[in-house]
């Protein structure tokens, strides 16, 4: 190897200090790590906070008052009915156009986020993104311990493969997990700002509730599915842990 190609020999140095790292994080993440992080969010999931029976109690107030309706005089008083009616059509078209009511500032301040859900999300996302991180480490470790292309007695170099496949799979649903957190804030804000300029409409509060309620349940499936892929992770490397260290049987255990 050295003749087809030439490494310096302090990075070599510090790339298998790196190796050797990885290795042993790795390998203690799933020794470890992986069992005591399912048996804690096994216990979050038994906590008070995220087993609230009556959903009414994570609804959030929306400090918007409804302001007084606007009575408006007949603007056709005096005319006859045909003038009456010409001046129906000429006004038709700005009439039928509802605009809302103009919002420059909110009337009680800032309107605050469901306080209960932030808390619980805040709770939730550190523990998204030490999976994320955990899974990547994993593997890294696995991937360095694929060997070079050969043909034939590529089974074990399979389960590798399938291992590090499992590994980003686990990787993109926890990022995904992240972006559904996103979009519940933008949905809500947008609502939120749909009451202000349409405060006669209740059916914009009531949807407020609805993705509160739903959220809830989402954060709360969230935690069970992180909880989940510890397990599944854990007992799949454990299970193939000796072809995923060596992937490769040599001719000489093949023969004895």
Request: net charge negative; proline share 4%.
């Amino acid at each position: 190897m050295s003749s087809l190609l030439k490494v310096d020999n302090e990075i070599k140095t510090k790339v298998d200090a790196f190796r050797e790292r990885i290795t042993a994080e790795a390998e203690d993440l799933v020794a470890n790590f992986f069992p005591k992080k399912l048996l804690e969010l096994d216990q979050f999931l038994k906590e008070p906070i995220i087993n609230i029976v009556e959903l009414k109690e994570i609804h959030s107030d929306i400090n918007l008052t409804v302001p007084d309706p606007i009575l408006l005089s007949n603007l056709h008083d005096g005319l006859d009915s045909q003038n009456a009616k010409k001046r129906k059509l000429e006004d038709g078209a700005t009439e039928a156009k509802v605009t809302g009511t103009k919002v420059f500032v909110m009337p009680g301040g800032m309107m605050q986020s469901n306080n209960n859900l932030v808390e619980l999300i805040e709770k939730v996302k550190p523990e998204i993104r030490t999976l994320i991180e955990k899974c990547n480490t994993v593997k890294m470790w696995v991937q360095l311990l694929i060997p070079r292309i050969e043909d034939g007695n590529n089974f074990g170099v399979s389960i590798q493969e399938e291992t590090v496949a499992e590994l980003r799979t686990v990787e993109g649903e926890a990022a995904s997990y992240l972006d559904q957190i996103s979009r519940y804030y933008i949905t809500r804000a947008k609502l939120v700002s749909k009451i202000a300029k349409y405060p006669h409409v209740e059916d914009y509060r009531r949807t407020v509730t609805e993705i509160d309620e739903k959220e809830y349940i989402s954060l709360k499936i969230i935690v069970s599915e992180l909880r989940n892929q510890y397990v599944a992770l854990h007992d799949m490397i454990l299970k193939n842990i000796e072809k995923i260290k060596r992937p490769r049987s040599s001719n000489a255990e093949a023969l004895y």
